[in-house]
Structures are given as structure tokens and as C-alpha cells.
């Protein structure tokens, strides 16, 4: 649980944000939970449904180990309890796009126990949030409402896909931790390749559970936002019904639980029904499954078999490369960056090749909306712009341009920069001539810096660089302008 949480200032006093989390992860896998049915996403509407996700009379479902396997990685990589006995129960409810009228999931017994994650925070601190549990369920369908007036669309290719519900402790304090919790959450699964956690895609939903209290107090009567599809969108959401409940509770009003939707563009949530209770779902083990065992020995060959998680790579990183926490936190939070990031580091300073990739790349990818996997840059060609620079073979600001080149052209360094004559000027007899033209030009600036004003070699030098279209090589530029200045 938080340490010293963030209070909330009311009208009337202080309040406590409490804040918990389900999080609906959709399982990788080539077949859904219980059927043969494919999982692509991106099929035309109802193509991927088989008998058992259409819920045709006398179809009975079977267990798919390869969603059980990732459900299991997933338990052990948020260092949770595996439970090797775990069961299967109907939870009961009426959707349009739930053709059985009822969900095969997990209540009393589910395959995951009690984990926890460490989330790092903007200030520097870090907090643990504890996992209550991980079950596995099947999703329902889709209910379009977009494609017809008066009419609502049903498409069953989700119906019956594996997803992970993984709820937490109510251990958040602040939006900002829980935001900070959904993208530690989302990298974990990413890096062990469990769910490939797109949001915009609904493959990763959340659920934020929200209640106030005063402080020491008991926890108030909560309200689930349902359905968030961005870490911006649960800040957000968070922040809205925190402040929404204060106002109620301090104008004496009673807070119900209920379940809300959480309006993008008004930036506010809406009721949306009054929310359940487990006995509401009538829960009983499903008749048509036996209860899950594990082997003990399968579950250690799992654990085995799992990747250098962030929390580990962010400490190698540290120590091995000598980088800050800031950097090393922004270069492991996705496994595909820190992987490019090893390839440039290799042989070269680590420290200038982190401040390529998470300063100059990562910058770019963010300006342009591009994927790392999409980016037409590779590691190797990235190197070799540092090896450029540290060769002495053009200069830093060059180096930027080389560098803008490659990203939207996917041209390697070395054809740049013999395309476009960027190779730096090291030629004294040529360097020479520019720095008697600058010094002609700025009479006085030469007068004020032999008076005491050394600061101005920086603007000699600048003014070279800028008569070589930034060619001039800057050591030795210095060298020759402090040589020349002397001698005037």
C-alpha cells in the first residue's frame, strides 16, 4: 500500500482517493479458450465462430492448454501463487452478445493467487500494489451500434476468446499510481508475450474501481468505471469521479454503487446501471468442465522458461551500463527497446548510445506516432552514425541531420552523409580561411573578448560552424580560433 498518500482537498477538509483495478488482458493464442476457432484480429464480422462460441445446442467445451500455459507465465512473472488445483464456473448474466446467456470464468478458485507489483512514480518513489488474483474467462461478442439507425450489430469473432482478468488490491492512492500500475502491468505481459496489450485494439481493457474516504476512515461505497481503453482515459476517468464523489459526499448526498461509463469527450462519467454483486451472477462450478489441475513440474518449467523481466533489466541496466534510473526506466518499460538499445550499446559507450535511443529516437517515434517495429532505422545503421561522430567524421549537429535522413528514409548512415557531402571539414588550410572571415566581420566581439569577455568564443565558434554548414570539426575549430585570437 501507498506510503504517505496524496490527500485530496474538499470544501470541507481533506479526502482519501482509494483505487482499484481489473484489468482484462486478452490471451496470445492461435485458438480461443474453449474451441478451435481462430483469434486474428481484424476478420470480417462472424467469421471466426465455431459451434461451441455460438452456443449451438450440445456443444461442450475444451480446455486450450496453450491458454492456461500463458495465464500460469503470467501468474509467475508478477511473482504471484500458482494455484494447481483451480476451477471453472458460469457466472450467469443477460447480453446481446453473450449467446449462452452466461460466462465460463473463475470465482472461488481461480488458477492465480496473490502477487504484487512494484510501480515506479514521476517524483522518484516507488510503491507496491498487491494482485488479489489472476482467473482466466472467456469474452463475449461485440455489440455494434454504429452500423444501422435503429438497429444493433452482433459479432461473435471475440465471443469465446481466453482473457485474463487480473483485479488488484485497492492499494492506489493517486490517478498518477494508477496509470503507473496499468503501464507496469501492460509491460510485463508484453515481455513475456502473454497479450500484446494494443488498447486501441481492445485486446487490454480496464476497469477502475472508485471511493473516497476521510482519512483513517473506512473505505466509502465505490463505483466501477467500465471499459477504459488508454492510461490517458484512466487519469482521467479517476480524476473526474474522485471529484465528483467529493462534491456529492460533502453536499450530504450518498454515494451508490454503481457501474459508470467514462465520457472522452466531456471528460466525465456517466451512470450507467447499478452495479452488481456476486450473488447477483449466481455462480456454480460449470458442469461441463473438470477442475484444472497443474503439474507441479510443468508450472517450474514455465517459470524457467521466462524472459529477463523490466524490474531485473532496469537493475542490469543500471549496472552493467552505468545508466541512470530515469534512463534506464525509459529504455526497459518496452521489451523491443531495450533489446535495440543493446544492439547500438555493443562495443560502444553505453551512455551516448542511451541518449540516442531514448532522447533522439524514442523523441521521433513519439513526434511522428510511429512503432519502434515500424521505424525504418535499424540498430546497426544507428551505431554507425555514433561510430561517425566519435571518428571524427562529421560532427554532432551533422549527425542530427544524418539522423532525421535515415529516420524517414531508412538510408544508412554512411550512404547520407556521401550523398549530401556532409563529411566534416578537419582541413586547417580550409578552416583557416573562415575564421579570418569571422574575425574580420566582428571587430568589436574580438576587442571585447581580448578585454576580458572569454565567453565569446562560444559565438566564434558558432560562427564557423555556421560559414561550414556545421562541417567544421569543433575541436579543432576551437584550437585554430584560440590560436588566431591570441595573435590579434
Known amino acids: 500500500m501507498s506510503q504517505n498518500p496524496k490527500l485530496l482537498r474538499g470544501s470541507t477538509g481533506d479526502w482519501e482517493l482509494v483505487v482499484g483495478l481489473e484489468v482484462h488482458a486478452q490471451v496470445i493464442s492461435e485458438a480461443k479458450l474453449f474451441s478451435g476457432a481462430s483469434t486474428a484480429f481484424g476478420a470480417a464480422p462472424n467469421s471466426q465462430v465455431s459451434l461451441v462460441d455460438a452456443a449451438m445446442p450440445g456443444m461442450l467445451p475444451v480446455i486450450n492448454r496453450a491458454c492456461v500455459s500463458q495465464a500460469v507465465r503470467t501468474g509467475l512473472a508478477l511473482g504471484a501463487e500458482i494455484n494447481l488445483v483451480s476451477v471453472f464456473d458460469r457466472k450467469n448474466y443477460f447480453y446481446p452478445d453473450l449467446p449462452q446467456g452466461y460466462q465460463i470464468s473463475q470465482y472461488t478458485q481461480p488458477i492465480v493467487g496473490r502477487g504484487e507489483i ?165 455462480y456454480f462450478p460449470d458442469p461441463d468442465l473438470l477442475p484444472l489441475r497443474l503439474d507441479p513440474d510443468w508450472v517450474a518449467e514455465l517459470k524457467v522458461g521466462l524472459p529477463e523481466l523490466p ?36 562495443g560502444r559507450n553505453p551512455k551516448q548510445a ?39 567524421a562529421i560532427s554532432g549537429r551533422i549527425a542530427k541531420r544524418v539522423f532525421d535522413e535515415m529516420f524517414e528514409t531508412g538510408k544508412g548512415a554512411g550512404d547520407v552523409v556521401m550523398e549530401q557531402g556532409l563529411t566534416q571539414v578537419s582541413d586547417e588550410g580550409a578552416l583557416d580561411g573562415h575564421i579570418r572571415e569571422v574575425l574580420d566581420a566582428n571587430v568589436d566581439k574580438v576587442a571585447d573578448y581580448k578585454a576580458g569577455k572569454e565567453k565569446l568564443l562560444g559565438y566564434f565558434v558558432g560562427q564557423v560552424m555556421k560559414a561550414t554548414d556545421g562541417k567544421g570539426n569543433p575541436k579543432i575549430v576551437n584550437q585554430l580560433l584560440q590560436a588566431a585570437l591570441s595573435e590579434r
Open 311 to 346: 524490474e531485473q533489466k532496469m537493475a542490469r541496466f543500471m549496472e552493467e551500463y552505468g545508466l541512470s534510473a530515469e534512463n534506464a526506466s525509459v529504455l526497459v518499460s518496452e521489451r523491443d527497446r531495450a533489446n535495440f538499445f543493446e544492439s547500438v550499446a555493443k
Open 118 to 282: 512494484k510501480i515506479d512514480l514521476d517524483d522518484g518513489t516507488s510503491r507496491n500494489v498487491g494482485i488479489t488474483r489472476l482467473h482466466l474467462e472467456q469474452d463475449a461478442g461485440k455489440s455494434l451500434h454504429d452500423q444501422h439507425p435503429t438497429k444493433t450489430f452482433i459479432d461473435l469473432n471475440r465471443s469465446g476468446i481466453a482473457l485474463m482478468e487480473i483485479v488488484s488490491d485497492p492499494d492506489m492512492r493517486s490517478a498518477e499510481e494508477a496509470g503507473a500500475y496499468l503501464k507496469k502491468l501492460r509491460s510485463i505481459l508484453r515481455y513475456i508475450g502473454s497479450c500484446d496489450g494494443n488498447m486501441d485494439q481492445g485486446s487490454l481493457r480496464c476497469d477502475a474501481n472508485v471511493s473516497v474516504r476521510r482519512p483513517g476512515q473506512p473505505y466509502g461505497t465505490r463505483c466501477e468505471i467500465k471499459n477504459l481503453n488508454s492510461i490517458r482515459f484512466l487519469i482521467r476517468a479517476i480524476e473526474y469521479e474522485a471529484a465528483r464523489q467529493i462534491e456529492v459526499l460533502e453536499e450530504d448526498g450518498l454515494i451508490r454503487q454503481e457501474t459508470r461509463l467514462f465520457d472522452s469527450d466531456r471528460v466525465e462519467t456517466r451512470s450507467m446501471r447499478s452495479k452488481e454483486d456476486a450473488h447477483d451472477y449466481r
Open 354 to 392: 542511451a541518449n540516442w535511443v531514448a532522447g533522439d529516437l524514442l523523441g521521433k517515434l513519439n513526434k511522428t506516432r510511429t512503432e519502434l517495429v515500424d521505424a525504418k532505422i535499424n540498430p546497426l545503421e544507428l551505431g554507425h552514425l555514433i561510430d561517425l561522430i566519435n571518428d571524427g
